[in-house]
């Protein structure tokens, strides 16, 4: 989705500008733009297509003057991506010059008033509107943050604004509401920006925005107000990333670094919960008596994250005989689902920013349900607006097809199934035991079976020219399948589905064909004879079938054509495993066909609009 990157500061302004939207380009986009104070003026410049094209344009900044500077990668929403479509939007006069990420709501009825007024529009976003209606409550007033406290009073919808006023060249205004604004706090330079990926050459220390506060930023100083005007401080908070840890560090692509870095990730999440035979989770205020109050818990999560629920489900059920419901984040608010302060609601993001969960996660707290947050992108908007955050230490996820957080969204969910049970008393205590061994044994077990990813790469390479692929399992398999055959499908560009291994027969068995790759998980031991037999109905109708099975057991090797073999855990754990060969089979058949693996098309990496 879009990205914003302001800057003040001592140094020439649109080569921070550039650097910064590289940084962001991860989002996805399709278009980008800079607008920059030279003093007396705003010089911008903006394209369709590729940063590389702005940078170009503009002869890496050279051409662009100032020390004050707004810039933006576009995602189209309201019209297509082009020259004219892209931001910054500049008003009728040039003096004002606006980025925008989020949607504006009522910006017809805007454009309808200021149309009335005289205004002229040369797009079709609804971003102009704003960069009209600044000018018009400037005109009225004469004073610059009264305008940012007027358009915030008028503008309905989502947004994170970066604006540039001619007439004050030494500053630039930003706020938001419901999309992402991070603030950094620099020597000699301050920013904002989407996320903290563009400012972290410049600073660690951030502050987190909220809704409807205004900033101004100067290049030595920042000041934060409220919608009356009213100044605010604002806590700060360093980062413990630094610039390597977003830097493709030598690997070709962000995924496959983020498939490699995934033994870490777990040890990270893991270890410093796991002390002295015991759960320790942070910021997690769940009583045994608030817990047994519950009746009821809803996973509600997007994409793979919502896979992650898919998991979760199972898990949570069979550890703590709680009825699971998990729901795509989309759909939760507008299927009028029960809800009451017997309910606990988990939701499950990556960026926490995600516009659906954002909004379920309200509805859900509206309702009086106890919200506990997944999340990785630290205070992130649903980390700071859920009763209870369990932060996965994947550390930056840039790849827009997620793999370490997946795997570490899952071990939270482990650990927090295990200290349900402990708390309920539902499991055993050697049980419990037994499993945060098995836990801690899992990087080590992820180390080991990556280092065999050549084994999977020659299968891509065997396979990459397929046409449809079908991934099925059963129980933590099948919640698996589906998260296998995302991954394929949105780097790839390969249709692929996941099934139930016994619905297959129930419809889309007739899909199956002479040659059709049926991608098979058999690591639920429980089960292994029943997926079979549904591999064996798919294999009786042409199927090639790609089998994924504990190592040691052989049972599928009696019918698949290739068996890949993952390390045994315990079977509620096995998931963290299984996913693995799938995460790097979709890389490989990716790379095979040459597909934009770190930015497949039209993706964005944090979905910031409904
Ligand atoms: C997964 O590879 C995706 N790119 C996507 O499905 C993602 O999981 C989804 O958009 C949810 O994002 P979130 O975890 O940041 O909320």
Same mark, same amino acid.
């Given at each position: 989705?879009?990205?914003?990157?302001?800057?003040?500061?001592?140094?020439?302004?649109?080569?921070?500008?550039?650097?910064?939207?590289?940084?962001?380009?991860?989002?996805?986009?399709?278009?980008?733009?800079?607008?920059?104070?030279?003093?007396?003026?705003?010089?911008?410049?903006?394209?369709?297509?590729?940063?590389?094209?702005?940078?170009? @344009?503009?002869?890496?900044?050279?051409?662009?003057?100032?020390?004050?500077?707004?810039?933006?990668?576009?995602?189209?929403?309201?019209?297509?991506?082009?020259?004219?479509?892209?931001?910054?939007?500049?008003?009728?006069?040039?003096?004002?010059?606006?980025?925008?990420?989020?949607?504006?709501?009522?910006?017809?009825?805007?454009?309808?008033?200021?149309?009335?007024?005289?205004?002229?529009?040369?797009?079709?976003?609804?971003?102009?509107? !704003?960069?009209?209606?600044?000018?018009?409550?400037?005109?009225?007033?004469?004073?610059?943050?009264?305008?940012?406290?007027?358009?915030?009073?008028?503008?309905?919808?989502?947004?994170?604004?970066?604006?540039?006023?001619?007439?004050?060249?030494?500053?630039?205004?930003?706020?938001?509401?419901?999309?992402?604004?991070?603030?950094?706090?620099?020597?000699?330079?301050?920013?904002?920006?989407?996320?903290?990926?563009?400012?972290?050459?410049?600073?660690?220390?951030?502050?987190?925005?909220?809704?409807?506060?205004?900033?101004? @930023?100067?290049?030595?100083?920042?000041?934060?107000?409220?919608?009356?005007?009213?100044?605010?401080?604002?806590?700060?908070?360093?980062?413990?990333?630094?610039?390597?840890?977003?830097?493709?560090?030598?690997?070709?692509?962000?995924?496959?670094?983020?498939?490699?870095?995934?033994?870490?990730?777990?040890?990270?999440? !893991?270890?410093?919960?796991?002390?002295?035979?015991?759960?320790?989770?942070?910021?997690?205020?769940?009583?045994?008596?608030?817990?047994?109050?519950?009746?009821?818990?809803?996973?509600?999560?997007?994409?793979?994250?919502?896979?992650?629920?898919?998991?979760?489900?199972?898990?949570?059920?069979?550890?703590?005989?709680?009825?699971?419901?998990?729901?795509?984040?989309?759909?939760?608010?507008?299927?009028?689902?029960?809800?009451?302060?017997?309910?606990?609601?988990?939701?499950?993001?990556?960026?926490?920013?995600?516009?659906?969960?954002?909004?379920?996660?309200?509805?859900?707290?509206?309702?009086?349900?106890?919200?506990?947050? !997944?999340?990785?992108?630290?205070?992130?908007?649903?980390?700071?607006?859920?009763?209870?955050?369990?932060?996965?230490?994947?550390?930056?996820?840039?790849?827009?097809?997620?793999?370490?957080?997946?795997?570490?969204?899952?071990?939270?969910?482990?650990?927090?199934?295990?200290?349900?049970?402990?708390?309920?008393?539902?499991?055993?205590?050697?049980?419990?035991?037994?499993?945060?061994?098995?836990?801690?044994?899992?990087?080590?077990?992820?180390?080991?079976?990556?280092?065999?990813?050549?084994?999977?790469?020659?299968?891509?390479?065997?396979?990459?020219?397929?046409?449809?692929?079908?991934?099925?399992?059963?129980? @933590?398999?099948?919640?698996?399948?589906?998260?296998?055959?995302?991954?394929?499908?949105?780097?790839?560009?390969?249709?692929?589905?996941?099934?139930?291994?016994?619905?297959?027969?129930?419809?889309?068995?007739?899909?199956?064909?002479?040659?059709?790759?049926?991608?098979?998980?058999?690591?639920?031991?429980?089960?292994?004879?029943? !997926?079979?037999?549904?591999?064996?109905?798919?294999?009786?109708?042409?199927?090639?079938?790609?089998?994924?099975?504990?190592?040691?057991?052989?049972?599928?090797?009696?019918?698949?054509?290739?068996?890949?073999?993952?390390?045994?855990?315990?079977?509620?754990?096995?998931?963290?495993?299984?996913?693995?060969?799938?995460?790097?089979?979709?890389?490989?058949?990716?790379?095979?066909?040459?597909?934009?693996?770190?930015?497949?098309?039209?993706?964005?990496?944090?979905?910031?609009?409904?």
């Amino acid at each position: 989705m879009c990205g914003i990157v302001g800057y003040a500061g001592v140094n020439e302004a649109a080569p921070v500008l550039l650097k910064g939207l590289e940084k962001l380009e991860y989002r996805g986009y399709d278009s980008a733009g800079i607008a920059v104070l030279n003093g007396r003026e705003i010089e911008f410049a903006k394209a369709a297509g590729k940063l590389q094209v702005l940078r170009d @344009l503009t002869e890496e900044g050279a051409t662009v003057h100032g020390r004050i500077g707004i810039g933006h990668t576009r995602w189209a929403t309201h019209g297509e991506p082009s020259d004219v479509n892209a931001h910054p939007h500049v008003s009728n006069s040039g003096r004002f010059a606006v980025v925008h990420n989020g949607i504006i709501e009522n910006y017809q009825q805007l454009k309808a008033m200021l149309l009335g007024k005289g205004f002229t529009f040369l797009s079709q976003t609804d971003t102009e509107v !704003i960069a009209q209606l600044v000018e018009y409550y400037y005109g009225k007033c004469g004073d610059m943050l009264e305008t940012m406290c007027r358009i915030v009073g008028k503008l309905e919808g989502s947004y994170a604004l970066g604006i540039l006023c001619a007439d004050q060249p030494d500053r630039f205004y930003a706020v938001r509401k419901d999309s992402p604004l991070v603030l950094g706090l620099g020597e000699g330079a301050n920013l904002v920006a989407s996320d903290v990926s563009p400012m972290l050459a410049y600073t660690q220390r951030v502050c987190y925005l909220d809704d409807q506060e205004i900033v101004v @930023l100067q290049a030595d100083n920042v000041a934060v107000y409220d919608i009356n005007g009213e100044r605010i401080e604002k806590e700060v908070t360093v980062i413990d990333w630094d610039v390597s840890a977003a830097e493709k560090g030598g690997y070709e692509h962000f995924m496959f670094k983020e498939i490699m870095e995934q033994p870490q990730s777990l040890q990270k999440t !893991i270890s410093p919960r796991l002390q002295d035979g015991e759960i320790v989770l942070d910021d997690f205020h769940i009583t045994r008596e608030r817990l047994e109050d519950f009746r009821k818990i809803y996973i509600v999560a997007c994409g793979s994250s919502y896979h992650v629920g898919a998991v979760g489900k199972y898990v949570l059920e069979q550890t703590t005989r709680i009825p699971v419901e998990v729901d795509i984040a989309s759909e939760f608010r507008y299927r009028n689902p029960i809800i009451d302060e017997h309910t606990l609601m988990i939701v499950i993001s990556q960026s926490g920013e995600t516009a659906d969960t954002i909004a379920a996660m309200r509805e859900g707290k509206r309702q009086g349900s106890h919200v506990l947050a !997944i999340v990785n992108v630290l205070g992130s908007t649903i980390a700071r607006e859920a009763d209870d955050v369990l932060y996965t230490w994947a550390g930056p996820e840039i790849a827009v097809a997620t793999t370490k957080a997946y795997s570490t969204q899952l071990a939270v969910i482990y650990l927090l199934a295990l200290k349900f049970a402990e708390l309920l008393g539902t499991m055993a205590a050697e049980e419990r035991a037994a499993h945060y061994q098995a836990l801690q044994q899992l990087p080590q077990q992820m180390e080991s079976l990556l280092a065999e990813k050549e084994e999977i790469q020659f299968m891509a390479s065997q396979l990459y020219n397929k046409h449809s692929i079908f991934f099925i399992g059963r129980n @933590l398999d099948y919640a698996v399948a589906l998260e296998g055959s995302l991954k394929l499908k949105e780097i790839s560009y390969i249709h692929s589905e996941a099934y139930a291994g016994g619905e297959l027969k129930h419809g889309t068995i007739s899909l199956i064909e002479q040659g059709t790759l049926v991608v098979t998980l058999a690591t639920h031991d429980a089960l292994v004879d029943k !997926i079979k037999s549904n591999a064996e109905e798919v294999k009786a109708r042409g199927a090639y079938l790609l089998a994924v099975a504990v190592r040691g057991d052989e049972r599928m090797a009696e019918v698949a054509d290739a068996v890949f073999y993952v390390p045994r855990t315990l079977p509620l754990l096995q998931p963290s495993l299984t996913v693995l060969p799938l995460q790097l089979f979709s890389y490989y058949v990716a790379s095979q066909k040459g597909c934009s693996i770190d930015q497949p098309k039209n993706l964005a990496k944090s979905v910031t609009v409904e």
